[in-house]
């Protein structure tokens, strides 16, 4: 017993100890089998607190990796290459220079062929010899997009029809000695789509195909692929084919599918419940052990193994004298993680082992009556506490997601957290996302609103249909569980309203048929499986939704969109977006935002000169939201005036910046008003407690309502994000000619402030005059209202101020510290900037190193406005950008994202203000 003898952090009579405890009396009878086990697990536990062990997880269990080079043709062979997989056929032809960026200019129709086309992937491969010998062999495929054939040395072993879904096949005795070929045939997701609504002849599941404006596809309500792959109204058709990860998994007895883990409360403790999902040759009993090293908690298990596939379920119970950390949403704490490890030896001698990750969080959506407000209250407590949720709406980051990289993530979800968001909906017409993306969720904190892959249509309930479905929600919820980032699951998103506001026309006699097949799928299937699957979140069945009151009116409310109840989705482009009393005050909003255009660099990689033209036939391919274009200069009329140079590519880049600053304007404007009605009840309305607007990235270089470019780059809106999400933030508008200034507060503790107000003249960067209100309570996680004033006094009490030629700023200063500001500083404008005397703000620069970033000292002679700074393609952001200059000299840091010099910033950096535009 030489090994038990080694000294580590736990003695071994205390290790005996504890695991006594969990003794039964059988154990006591086994005890000298045993002690060779505890032994085993005792040298494991010493491997783990060095964090040394390298070493494959299951002993019974070889990998033989299929990934990498395959072949690919298309459907009549005229066209043959090497693929790599993972992978899909854009990306293979254009590593093989078959065709350019698909991105590039109109080849999203041009390529188009692509898609249309049936296209092979084939590899041939000997089997080594021990994966022969091997009692089970089983093909794995991580994810298959989407309709093929699978055929292994010429036996179909499958057909697939789901890309949400994982699939695996049994080859024992089908392997050959020396080659083996493995073909994978895929049909055209277009022509498959068709064909299955054709074939669905009994009645229509609309839409049938989407607006012509998209250059899209049909019927992509009858594939089980992503619903944007066949257009969107900010994204291309690219509905193509492809593969990810492919393995041969061979073993002899006993095969650790996947363990997932989640934890709950009860009344004093916390509990870990591990899913351990095995796949097993011949029945066999072990034993295992959790282990919560940062807890030193652990428990060991008798593993009694049927034959089959099957669930075994652990729970390891924290006692109540363990301190356990909690995780936290951004903004809120900490985000800790603990590691876990299951150790497990079976009588046959395998071993296997895992780690995984175990936060402890409660999540809780609240639906109760509120006083003076008919409905109920919406909104998410974790860990007990009232969640403000602060952020944007995702969707895929690319057409091929073989070319979504974890460092393209990273660069995306940290953008989200600086903005100080703690929540992204991954909204239902695209993807699960990869693993990457969950981790990176978990790490910074920012909770999840998990779709399912159901968007904007009407979908069938034939048999084949639904059991598909029943696989992918299967799969995704357990893949998905174990991460606390996910807060919420929601079955689809607008198919409740898209039923109760009749989207598509359905005759009234014929609408008990479509809600009847809306409950089919998303209450007696999707709901119920993840119900079944994860009772530790809520499931809403849609977005927007009515929540309880929606599952009263038998799932699909008259209206989804009531404020008193659920999430709502607003969007209104015709009126002035700076008119506040035209927001819905919602229990939360969910989605809500204006298009704008990404910058000319971004634009200019995909275009030639002759398409740089606000009006150029280019211009209204990358619109895909009809009238779209001119939505935007209709908002721009309403507040801004319309660039006017007679340079023509100045002109153009002046109205993508005017359509940046509109859409930063409206969204702030928006998310201020759902910010500021947290606390309050106005009309029965309000208690607002959460605003996600539309949408944080883009899925191509083109119009949309994204706060991020293509590429990573921050449009106006994400800086203005920076401040509006602020934790601590002033919020000022007018009501009857009556200034009004909030005080929003994330924070836990209370704070004593006064509003500091500062009038200036467009002209001067001295201040006309400023005031400081008395001081006032701003409360912990609320809405206060700080101070109110007339604006008309304001303005008489400020010498030659007019509404035109003076512009409002406002901070909170600590009452006891005056030089100490909580939050940004806001301002209000008086009247329609189309209106404002503005003037020449005359902005120099000046850029100097500053360790690994850049310092960019800015000087003007009169308040600058939308002051926004471009470097081009030189990628990075600035720690603020878009804002008013206030200030004879101010200075903003760069931090680039690849390496650059002062010089090349210097040449490259362009300053535009709304002045300049005029
Ligand atoms: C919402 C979303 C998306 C869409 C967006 C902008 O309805 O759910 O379907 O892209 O509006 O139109």
């Known amino acids: 017993m030489k090994c038990c003898e080694a ?71 005229s066209l043959s290459l090497s693929a790599a997989v993972p992978g899909c056929v854009h990306t293979a032809l254009q590593a093989a220079e078959f065709i350019q960026d698909p991105y590039y200019r109109f080849n999203d129709v041009l390529y188009r062929w692509i898609s249309l086309d049936n296209w092979t992937y ?3 491969f000997s089997a080594p010899p021990w994966i022969r010998t091997t009692k089970r062999v089983v093909l794995l495929f991580e994810e298959v997009d989407t309709i093929s054939t699978i055929t292994f040395n010429g036996v179909v072993i499958e057909t697939t029809d789901n890309m949400f879904r994982s699939y695996e096949f049994e080859l024992s005795g089908l392997l050959k000695k020396d080659v083996n070929l493995l073909e994978v045939a895929f049909v055209s997701a277009i022509t498959y789509a068709s064909q299955a609504s054709q074939a669905h002849s009994s009645y229509k599941v609309p839409p049938d195909c989407p607006p012509p404006v998209q250059n899209g596809e049909c019927h992509v309500n009858f594939i089980r692929k992503s619903q944007s792959s066949f257009s969107w109204d900010w994204g291309p058709a690219f509905p193509t084919q492809g593969l990810k990860g492919v393995q041969l998994q061979a073993f002899n007895f006993i095969r650790l599918q996947s363990l997932t883990t989640s934890t709950s409360r009860d009344s004093s403790s916390w509990i870990v419940d591990v899913d351990l999902f095995f796949d097993v040759v011949m029945e066999t009993a072990g034993r295992a052990l959790l282990f919560l090293p940062d807890l030193n908690v652990f428990q060991d298990f008798q593993l009694l193994l049927k034959e089959g596939q099957s669930k075994t379920s652990l729970v390891l ?54 006083p003076s407000s008919p409905g109920l209250s919406f909104y998410f407590k974790v860990n007990g506490r009232p969640i403000f949720l602060k952020g944007s709406n995702w969707i895929p980051a690319h057409s091929f997601q073989d070319l979504v990289t974890p460092d393209m993530l990273r660069n995306l979800l940290q953008s989200a957290v600086d903005a100080n968001m703690n929540i992204l909906r991954v909204w239902g017409g695209g993807v699960y996302e990869q693993e990457a993306f969950y981790h990176l969720c978990d790490e910074l904190g920012l909770m999840v609103w998990q779709d399912f892959m159901f968007a904007c249509a009407l979908y069938s309930i034939e048999k084949d249909f639904i059991q598909t479905v029943r696989y992918e929600v299967t799969q995704q919820v357990q893949r998905l569980k174990s991460h606390p980032s996910i807060i919420v699951w929601s079955g689809n998103n607008e198919n409740e309203a898209a039923i109760a506001t009749n989207w598509f026309s359905i005759p009234d006699d014929k609408r008990t048929r479509y809600v009847k097949d809306y409950v089919t799928l998303y209450v007696d299937n999707v709901k119920a499986i993840v119900e079944q699957e994860d009772r530790t979140r809520p499931f809403l069945v849609s977005s927007p939704t009515n929540g309880l009151e929606s599952e009263k009116e038998g799932f699909v409310a008259h209206d989804p969109y009531d404020v008193h109840y659920g999430d709502t989705h607003f969007y209104s482009y015709v009126k002035d977006c700076l008119d506040w009393n035209q927001f819905p005050r919602t229990r939360l909003a969910s989605e809500y935002g204006f298009q704008s255009w990404p910058s000319f660099s971004s634009l200019s ?26 939505e935007m200069l209709l908002q721009v009329a309403l507040n801004y005036r319309f660039p006017n140079n007679t340079d023509t590519l100045q002109r153009y880049k002046d109205t993508l910046y005017m359509t940046q ?211 081009g393609d030189i990628a990075g952001r600035f720690d603020s950008n878009g804002f008013l200059l206030l200030t004879l000299k101010r200075t903003v840091h760069f931090f680039p994202w690849t390496t650059t010099s002062v010089e090349e910033l210097s040449e490259n950096l362009h300053i535009t203000s709304l002045h300049d535009v005029y």
């Not at 030639?608 to 150029?616: C, G, R, V």
């Not at 809106?717 to 000022?732: D, I, K, M, Q, R």
């Open 605 to 630: 990689k995909v275009s030639l000169p002759e398409d740089w033209e606000y009006n150029s036939k280019f211009s209204d391919h990358r619109q895909h939201h009809e009238l779209g274009n001119l």
């Open 122 to 124: 084939s590899l041939s």
């Open 317 to 370: 119970l924290i006692p109540a004298n363990v301190s356990v950390d909690l995780w936290w949403p951004n903004g809120h704490g900490h985000q800790v993680q603990y590691r876990l490890f299951l150790e497990a030896r079976l009588d046959t001698g395998a071993t296997f082992h895992r780690e995984a990750r175990v936060a402890f969080r409660t999540v809780e959506l609240v639906q109760e009556t509120i």
């Open 661 to 871: 600053v509109m859409q930063a304007e409206c969204v702030k404007k928006q998310t201020e008003f759902y910010r500021r009605s947290r606390s309050e009840i106005i009309d029965g309305k309000g208690h607002t407690m959460g605003a996600l607007y539309w949408q944080l990235n883009d899925i191509w270089q083109g119009a949309s309502w994204s706060s991020i470019e293509f590429g990573g780059k921050w449009k106006m809106l994400h800086y203005l994000a920076v401040e509006f999400f602020s934790p601590v933030l002033p919020v000022g508008f007018e009501e009857n000619g009556t200034l009004k200034i909030y005080g929003i507060s994330d924070l836990s503790t209370n704070l004593t402030l006064r509003v500091k107000v500062t009038v200036y003249q467009w002209s001067s960067l001295t201040p006309a005059c400023s005031s400081l209100s008395e001081e006032r309570v701003l409360i912990e996680n609320a809405a206060t209202l700080m101070m109110q004033c007339l604006i008309s006094d304001l303005l008489r009490d400020c010498g030659k101020c007019s509404r035109s030629s003076c512009l409002i700023t406002f901070d909170l200063h600590d009452s006891s510290n005056p030089t100490q500001r909580h939050g940004p500083t806001n301002h209000l404008f008086l009247t329609s900037l189309r209106d404002a005397e503005l003037h020449k703000p005359n902005i120099t620069a000046f850029i100097q190193h500053d360790g690994n970033d850049f310092l960019v000292t800015l000087k003007c002679d009169a308040v600058g406005v939308f002051v926004w700074l471009d470097v």
């Open 7 to 77: 000294t580590g952090e736990m003695t071994h009579a205390r290790w005996e100890r504890q695991l006594t405890r969990h003794m039964t009396e059988a154990w006591f009878l086994q005890r000298m089998a045993a002690l060779a086990l505890v032994c085993w697990l005792w040298t494991s536990l010493l491997l783990f607190c060095g964090a040394q062990a390298v070493r494959p997880e299951q002993t019974d269990v070889q990998v033989l990796s299929l990934n990498g080079k395959w072949s690919l043709r298309n459907g009549n062979g």
